[in-house]
């Protein structure tokens, strides 16, 4: 969104700037005017979809000039920024048709929620109800991590969903480094600590951004700081992920804990990840038996077995008989394409699109995406096509 900011405070003016440029959709001033009368009489040649007025300095013979300012931009929405009361402002201000009107000093918070107000009422941008799903492994290396963070990645990159993963293991988290070479600035522990500042902004700004539509939260570096991250700071991250982005990924650690139950309390639906072996399958039981001692119906329980080969003695039916839920998805074993994708960091789908996993993975996403699945096979079919020759 573009925006002209009156003001004569050149710290405020960089402030909001900052704040504007933390945002997603990025907000953006074109140019400062030191007061009304300075905005009236010079236009920007760009109409701005914006007017932030820092009012503190506007005295009553200046206060007209916010009506002819909004005749002047008529489809631009007037913010004003005022300290104390300045009632005759106000009156004027609401004239003109003032959308917002805020305290300062600037509260960051106030500022992002009105900015979500004004984004949404431009259509710039709309609130989401965002899914979330979580993954977990039934035993230790049973590919979770790879499979959610890939998932997520294919989600964003076929589907077009606004994606985030949130990396949920106390130690040893490393999903970031199974898509992208970046170091996370922020982590989970770092949101926690500051979670009154929690917004779509700010959660943002926290994130490893894979790609434009796909972020990654990284799991908390220290796990000494794991005593400062409370269940309920979970329920405030996921309550604002879920307006920001279409669908929450979670990498759920085994060893499930106060914080990651209550993320699992909160998900839309649960993949347990297993091998096709006697261990997960045992493990799986208990993971199972957890879940269902919490009350968790059985339609959000949805197994995926990964690394899956046919022809071997242990069927599908036979986990699934064991187990007493139903196979929804099976990963093939691909070894070489799902190492090569490791160990370098990039996407499997991006390193090897004609894959048999890549494959999967979009198959997975048209599972995951039900209402997209008779628009989105021939985009698939062209995507995987091109490396078939």
């Known amino acids: 969104m573009k925006a002209l900011m009156i003001t004569r405070d ?16 990025v907000l953006r001033l074109l140019e400062r005017r030191s007061g009304l009368r300075d905005a009236v009489e010079h236009m920007l040649a760009e109409a701005p979809e914006l007017v932030i007025v820092d009012a503190s300095g506007i005295g009553l013979d200046e206060a007209d000039l916010l009506e002819r300012l909004a005749r002047q931009y008529p489809l631009a929405a007037l913010m004003l920024l005022t300290r104390g009361q300045q ?31 004004v984004d949404i009422h431009a259509g710039v941008t709309q609130m989401r109800d965002g899914k979330v799903l979580a993954f977990i492994s039934c035993k230790g290396g049973g590919g979770a991590t790879f499979l959610s963070t890939n998932f997520s990645y294919a989600l964003a990159t076929l589907a077009g969903c606004k994606v ?13 480094l ?30 490893v951004h894979v790609t434009p539509n796909f972020g990654v939260l990284a799991a908390a570096d220290d796990p000494a700081h794991k005593v400062d991250m409370q269940p309920e700071h979970m329920d405030r991250i996921l309550a604002v992920a879920r307006h920001h982005y279409d669908y929450i990924v979670l990498d759920v650690e085994r060893q499930i804990d106060a914080l990651s139950l209550r993320a699992l309390d909160s998900a839309d639906a649960i993949y347990p990840v297993l091998q096709l072996a006697l261990p997960d399958i045992r493990h799986g039981r208990r993971l199972l038996d957890i879940f269902r001692s919490l009350g968790y119906p059985g339609e959000r329980l949805r197994l995926i077995v990964n690394r899956y080969e046919k022809g071997g003695r242990l069927r599908l039916a036979d986990l699934e008989q064991a187990l007493g839920a139903e196979v929804v998805h099976t ?39 039900a209402r997209r699945v008779a628009e989105s096979r021939g985009l698939f079919d062209r995507l995987f096509s091109r490396n078939e020759v």
């Open 10 to 25: 050149a710290t405020l003016h960089e402030e909001i700037a900052a704040q504007g440029a933390a945002r997603m959709p």
């Open 87 to 117: 009632q005759d402002v106000l009156i004027r201000a609401m004239r003109a048709g003032t959308r917002e009107v805020l305290q300062l000093p600037l509260v960051h918070k106030a500022f992002h929620e009105a900015m979500d107000r």
């Open 178 to 207: 199974y898509v992208s070479d970046q170091k996370p600035v922020m982590t989970l522990s770092d949101i926690c600590s500051q979670i009154t500042r929690m917004d779509g902004a700010f959660l943002a700004s926290c994130l």
């Open 164 to 176: 985030l993963l949130i990396d949920l293991h106390g130690q040893f988290g490393d999903a970031t």
């Open 331 to 369: 990963v093939p074993n691909d070894y070489l394409a799902a190492t090569d994708s490791v160990n370098q960091g990039i996407p499997l789908l991006q390193l090897s699109r004609s894959s048999a996993v890549a494959r999967s993975l979009a198959d997975l996403v048209e599972l995951v995406t």
